[in-house]
């Protein structure tokens, strides 16, 4: 396009961010896609609430993690690139909003793939996504020479694994145990585009920008909870007082309360910058997304089994929060307390993961939640903070 038109209709050329700029914040475009998101995690929780409250748990836990990859995935993509290229043009802004119709896309069929196995939308949805992704790319290669190869491995790779995604819709039943062993080769196949990309030259991510992104995609998240407890206080309104309902409600909001503490300390994320680094924080924050949806689809549970609408008995309402609320604890420690403490304060969030999963049925969920308060108590009380060097 003319220079003369480009400007005029306002397109500038999509070169690499500063990754030391002050102040760099989230936009309300990351934002707004952020909302979009969480349509689709929110989607995914009720499929999981439903389909674990009618006594299928193994197929409910397979189909979540299968409908969460895209999510997930999709948004990771854009969340690094936006850091590292976001110029907030006319084009950029259209590309965007392409990506965020095919998350509503894939959103709408969140449901269907719960109730008859059809991933027809989210496929879709998911293409559409990850091809607007593909323009992006190829604007960063013409802009950012130095990183012209790096950007191209990214185009490349999205591409051959939207041509498998696509065959693999079209020629593999979805009803079948083969389908979901070659959806995990797709996933794997997703997974190891930045990792042979970033080895051609590492795109310039801002850190406290990405921290900022994640942890806001996490607060929304935990509002998966914060729904759930609500409906367990409108229960008690509803019922007459019932000492159930409050235990549900008050353990929801103490959980969810620990969960963000936990995930907002004091030590701050990614405290060090390398490739390694980066993929096992930026992966490992799957278990934690996931598992933070799946808490509110466990209390949601809860709900349905005192309501008399669930076919499972409380032993599996109890470990349907106990269980994600474990991964949790799992996940931060995976992505920052083995590399940022040290001490006895490093065990914390394993110890109490393991004592919440083996304890949950005797101690019910108020138990639940009184040993994750425990664990941030006892992780404050013992922190000892490494020296790491952010180079």
């Known amino acids: 396009m003319n220079d003369y038109y480009a400007r005029l209709v306002g397109i500038r050329p999509l070169c690499p961010r500063d990754i030391n700029e002050p102040h760099r914040a989230a936009t309300p475009l990351e934002v707004f896609f952020d909302l979009v998101s969480v349509i689709s995690i929110a989607a995914a929780a009720a499929g999981l609430h439903h389909i674990?409250?009618?006594?299928?748990?193994?197929?409910?836990?397979?189909?979540?993690?299968?409908?969460?990859f895209p999510i997930w995935w999709a948004w990771m993509n854009f969340t690094w690139f936006a850091s590292a290229y976001d110029n907030d043009d006319t084009l950029y802004r259209l590309l965007v909003?392409?990506?965020?119709?095919?998350?509503?896309?894939?959103?709408?069929?969140?449901?269907?793939?719960?109730?008859?196995?059809?991933?027809?939308?989210?496929?879709?949805?998911?293409v559409i996504m990850r091809l607007?992704?593909?323009?992006?790319?190829?604007?960063?290669?013409?802009h950012d020479p130095g990183r012209f190869r790096t950007a191209l491995w990214y185009a490349g790779g999205i591409v051959s694994v939207q041509v498998y995604w696509v065959t693999l819709l079209l020629n593999q039943p979805v009803d079948q145990l083969s389908f979901f062993s070659l959806f995990a080769l797709g996933a794997m196949m997703e997974l190891s585009i930045p990792v042979i990309a970033e080895r051609h030259g590492n795109t310039p991510w801002h850190r406290h920008h990405i921290m900022e992104r994640y942890g806001l995609l996490n607060i929304i998240v935990l509002g998966e909870t914060l729904l759930a407890g609500s409906v367990a206080l409108k229960s008690v309104a509803s019922?007459?007082?019932n000492f159930t309902f409050l235990q549900v409600a008050l353990s929801a909001l103490v959980i969810l309360f620990s969960m963000w503490w936990v995930y907002f300390?004091?030590?701050?994320?990614?405290?060090?910058?390398?490739?390694?680094?980066?993929l096992s924080w930026g992966y490992g924050h799957l278990m934690i997304f996931m598992s933070g949806a799946a808490v509110g689809a466990g209390f949601a549970v809860l709900i349905d089994i005192e309501t008399g609408h669930a076919r499972v008995g409380g032993k599996t309402g109890i470990y349907s929060v106990a269980i994600p609320v474990a991964l949790y604890l799992m996940g931060l420690w995976f992505v920052r307390d083995r590399f940022v403490l040290s001490g006895a304060s490093k065990r914390v969030l394993p110890l109490f993961s393991f004592l919440i999963v083996m304890t949950a049925p005797l101690l019910q969920v108020e138990g639940v939640a009184a040993l994750i308060l425990l664990a941030v108590i006892v992780r404050n009380l013992l922190s000892e903070p490494k020296s790491v060097s952010l180079k």
């Open 239 to 241: 019922h007459g007082f």
């Open 52 to 68: 674990i409250a009618d006594n299928h748990v193994v197929e409910g836990i397979v189909i979540f993690v299968t409908a969460f």
């Open 265 to 278: 300390s004091k030590e701050e994320h990614l405290q060090k910058k390398s490739l390694a680094m980066e």
């Open 132 to 142: 607007s992704m593909v323009v992006l790319w190829v604007r960063a290669a013409r």
């Open 97 to 126: 909003l392409t990506i965020m119709s095919g998350a509503i896309t894939m959103a709408a069929g969140i449901g269907i793939f719960f109730e008859s196995l059809d991933m027809t939308l989210i496929v879709v949805g998911f």
